[in-house]
């Protein structure tokens, strides 16, 4: 047993008094905030005090004197495990894992060090020795890289981790110098290293405090942050329904003033009794029956920019059937449309193509006196929307399909809506007349 004085005595039962209370404390608050560092700081604090009892020799005088071989191995084991713990307690306090992962692997390395010669110790005391002694050396410049690793990020409670470790060094330092007479041998150079321990410990304990208090202000800031996106989010989603319902409400007016239109021509018909005239009336009212069928499908869908192509065609061949065509007449109409989505600035010129081309099969084709059959397919294929409509009619005559010069209205606006929409439409005859559209989904220009 090392001899120690009076006055020594007191000192070191002081310090090992405070380093209890210390370690009780941070045991009660790792329980309470389930931080493993808390743990590991209880561990670290008991395996020195620990190490120091056997290193004054009351380990094998008051707490195993009956293991004399583990005297022999107690002290360089409980150096080896104090390492150990260190290790882990710098790795978990600064978070090493999240902000330097290859630096936390060459950590795990001199732990997995540790236990290796831990475990050779059993047959050769000296390598752990030796490797108790080189491990410090190993680990001191990954306590520098992993505190200045730390301070990039802001990391506030890395300066007590800073501060805590410098106490400890400064004690072992002037410790040696006073071996080696640079410094002379007092009270306070012979108990710098015990010294050196309690202001670490306290410097600990101050910087799990206050790491604490950071991870606090982080979750609340990130609360916060969170609150405030959800608000952001609620409005952005209370202003989107609420241009949704003024959109709806827009084509619903737009549909209706359509409508208004419509009925005013119907009015303007009972005056009129040139048969021509009365026609390009009805022809008119078809074509903004055709418009008003958009806005009301839109007003009706769930969507306020699209409408479904299958549902919108069927409708509009149906109405320009049922106004155009008697009910014996309609037997053979055949429809095989897609479904596909449609935005209102491709939906209004296409339903009036398709308007102009079914009102001239109903006309030419189906009430021609003889049984006629119309065929309409629409698909959605390769980023385009490609129609055909073939009727069994007599087609029109001396048109190639090329020639621009067109005596009818109708057929010229198809030409027109189809080149304003960047598409193709090509013409053909056999046993009745055949146009096929090709309408690209993105428009390269107006």
């Not at 409670?157 to 004690?171: D, I, L, Q, R």
Request: with cysteine; aromatic share 14%; glycine share 6%.
């Amino acid at each position: 047993m090392t001899h120690v004085n009076s006055d020594s005595l007191t000192l070191i039962a002081f310090i090992a008094g405070v380093l209890l209370a210390l370690t009780a404390y941070n045991l009660l608050l790792f329980f309470s905030v389930k931080d493993i560092s808390y743990l590991f700081y209880v561990i670290r604090v008991l395996a020195f005090l620990l190490f120091w009892v056997c290193l004054y020799g009351f380990g094998f005088e008051w707490v195993w004197p009956e293991f004399p071989l583990w005297n022999k191995f107690s002290l360089w084991a409980i150096l080896g495990g104090y390492g150990m713990i260190t290790i882990s307690f710098s790795n978990s306090y600064l978070e090493i894992a999240n902000i330097k992962p290859k630096l936390y692997f060459y950590t795990k390395l001199i732990l997995g060090g540790f236990l290796a010669f831990g475990l050779m110790s059993t047959f050769s005391l000296s390598v752990f020795i030796y490797y108790n002694l080189i491990a410090p050396i190993l680990f001191f410049p990954l306590f520098i890289l992993s505190t200045q690793a730390s301070k990039k990020t802001g990391f506030e409670p890395v300066k007590y981790y800073s501060f805590a470790f410098a106490a400890f060094f400064a004690g072992v330092f002037i410790s040696l110098l006073s071996r080696f007479y640079v410094l002379p041998i007092n009270f306070f150079t012979q108990h710098a290293v015990l010294l050196g321990v309690l202001l670490e410990a306290l410097l600990f304990s101050l910087g799990l405090a206050n790491r604490i208090s950071v991870f606090k202000k982080q979750a609340e800031e990130r609360q916060r942050k969170l609150e405030v996106k959800e608000v952001e989010n609620r409005i952005v989603s209370d202003n989107l329904e609420e241009k949704e319902l003024l959109l709806k409400e827009i084509h619903h007016r737009v549909k209706n003033n359509l409508q208004l239109i419509y009925s005013l021509l119907n009015l303007q018909k009972q005056h009129i009794e040139e048969p021509a005239s009365l026609q390009a009336i009805e022809n008119s009212q078809l074509r903004i029956k055709s418009m008003s069928l958009v806005h009301q499908k839109l007003y009706e869908s769930d969507e306020v920019k699209e409408i479904d192509l299958s549902i919108y065609l069927h409708d509009l061949i149906d109405n320009i059937v049922d106004t155009v065509l008697e009910k014996e007449e309609r037997q053979n109409i055949q429809m095989e449309i897609g479904r596909a989505p449609i935005s209102i600035d491709m939906a209004v010129p296409l339903g009036l193509m398709i308007t102009e081309l079914i009102h001239n099969a109903c006309k030419y084709a189906l009430k021609s006196g003889t049984p006629g059959h119309l065929r309409v397919e629409a698909r959605f294929h390769d980023d385009s929307y490609v129609i055909m409509i073939c009727d069994s009619g007599k087609g029109i005559q001396g048109f190639d399909g090329q020639n621009p010069n067109f005596k009818s209205m109708g057929l010229q606006l198809v030409y027109d809506l189809v080149r304003q929409l960047k598409g193709d439409i090509s013409y053909s005859y056999s046993s009745g007349a055949c146009f096929n559209i090709n309408i690209p989904a993105k428009r390269h220009g107006g």
